[in-house]
């Protein structure tokens, strides 16, 4: 069930409106707002970022500090609904989230592949989707580097 | 006439993955948060240009005829800059799975290719 003071993103995270003051909730309504006004893809693309980008910019916060924020993560979250819904742009799936640690916590794939005790072939295989890593290793693997699976509501587009 | 003119550097990053290369599906949404989110923090943001752009070309590797369709990217940076946008889009070639990128500065076309086998 979603709170009427949360927002929760294609992953299930549950973003906390109520931590936002008063111009902040604002910002987040002309986000949805437009976002329900069923806009191009490219068109909301560059609006959130410009609104988000400014009224930060206005606040003196960094670009760093404003990507952290909750407006931008709504932001994002809806231009991406806009783009699966206009059927130009794919949900994640299990590998997307592989790809997105592997680039962010190490350097080559053959790295990860030595941290986590998984076969580079095998890797290359389930990133090329030709095959599956089974629950149980994936969870095996993730672990020895500190992270680990949850199974979240799905969340409608 | 300013000291550090920005420089107008446009280019396309197709909404499929190379079907040569890897499976011609379409990017998922955290591929188009990356570079979003990396526009934004190296460039301070970018135009989107309206619509898609049809093109093909000859695939080098296998000689065929490829058509794509793409979004075109408009981002104003600095001379000094124009490196780094080249390494984000060397980059963009392992996260979007494409052999290259085209990349126009100030009219001059070129070519930004990314090593496939490691994460950006």
Known sequence: MIHPNEYVDLDGCRLQLATLDTQERELVQELKARAESHPDW??????????????????????????????????????????????????????????????????????????????????????????????????????????TLHIVPRTEV | MSKNPLLECAFFIPIRRDANLSDGDLHSEKAWAWLKRE???????????????????????????????SRMYIVAAPSSKVDELRTLLAKACIVFKQKCIYLSVSGDVEFSRGKQDDPP
């Not at chain 1, 909301?44 to 960094?62: E, Q």
């Not at chain 1, 592949?113 to 295989?125: I, K, P, V, Y």
Request: hydrophobic residues 35%; neutral net charge.
């Open chain 1, 42 to 147: 490219n068109d909301y693309s560059n609006f959130w970022m410009a609104k988000v980008g400014d009224f930060y910019k206005a606040r003196g916060l960094t670009r760093k500090e404003t990507i952290g924020t909750v407006p931008y993560r709504i932001g994002q979250d809806l231009c991406s609904r806009i783009g699966i819904k206009a059927g130009l742009v794919r949900p994640s799936d299990y590998r997307d989230e592989l790809e997105g640690l592997i680039r962010t916590r190490f350097r080559t794939r053959r790295e990860f592949c030595e941290a986590t005790g998984l076969a580079e072939d095998m890797l290359s295989h389930v990133l090329a989707k030709r095959k599956h890593l089974a629950v149980d290793t994936l969870a095996e693997a993730l672990a020895k580097i500190g992270y």
């Open chain 2, 39 to 69: 526009l934004f923090l190296h460039f301070e943001g970018a135009t989107v240009a309206p619509g898609f752009y049809e093109g093909f070309y000859k695939d080098p590797d296998t000689g065929e005829q490829v058509t794509d369709r």
